[in-house]
């Protein structure tokens, strides 16, 4: 019996520490923005470096608001306390004016510094929000975004229509440009936000709004959808991807091109496989016959980092396991599965790996 008792009590200790564990850690959760590559804390341009002068203003203000109105608590309760042993039992409740009058100053005062703070604040916000948008005349790289349940579509802007670059949920743009991205979404309302380079921007069904962000360094910067838009919204994250003018150049060209024709036995059974199936009713390869935009386009796929808009990383093992099973990886997810025979996944794995 007794050991038993012992044995009961031992357990609840542990399920004591546990919670407690964990509730320290999800405590710790909201400063998991502080690291890593997308975090507000660490803009990459002038645009961010605008949002973030204002989130470092509001912050400062408030943790000074915060200590001192803890103070004041203190102060209060301490006072309280001292004066009770100073007296007699008898509490005493009789009106004293002068008292009365001075804790009326005390609280217009401090109602005065709360409307002084937050004039100071909505100025700040005017200002920054105003500081976010260059003049209509500024050169900027264009770009079309639409967001889809629950990828990005990528098209970069030219009056030529053969240099218009597709792609999806990777971005490239040039260090130190003014990157003007235009919004929209096919279905649901989604929410562009890469915390390093800019503030969130909501996609809207039929409307297009415009989004202008630089970054002043090379780098790689992940986004996700700011607002619910569904099952996998959580997996629907984007990259920014900023590089030096040459290397943009560059990759613009490659991505300007038309697939290459598939080489070697495989990748030309590969690409039979691609036509013949479903995978040519929803997806591009630009040179080949297939144009559907439906899903991402796919002329360049081998070239990005990841699949399913940030799910999972971009390599023949996770390829395959995305084509046939689609659903197991990301729930909900348009595409169907694909019962290929096991040669005609490898042909088309072996494809779709070439396209660079
Ligand atoms: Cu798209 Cu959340």
Redesign the pocket.
Known sequence: MKKAKVKRQKVKVKREDAKRVFTSAFCLLPFAFLFGEQSVLNPAGPQSGRVNSLFRLMSYVNAAVFVLVGIAVLVAIFRKRAERKRKSDEPDISPDPQREQRMTRVVMGAVGVTIVILFIYLIGSYTTGRGLYSPAESKALSIKIT?H??WWDVEYDDPIASNIVHTANEIHIPVGQLVKLRLTSDDVI??FWVPNLSGKKDLIPGHEIVLEFQSDSAGEFRGQ?A???GYQ?AK?ALFVVAEPTSQYRQWAEASMAQAAPPSGPAAVRGQQVFMKSSCSLCHNIEGTLSGSHAGPDLTHLASRRTLGAGTIRNTRGNLAGWIVDPQRIKPGVHMPPNQLAPDDLEALLTYLQSLR
């Open positions: 967001g349940q629950w989604h929410s959808c607002e619910f838009c919204h629907m």
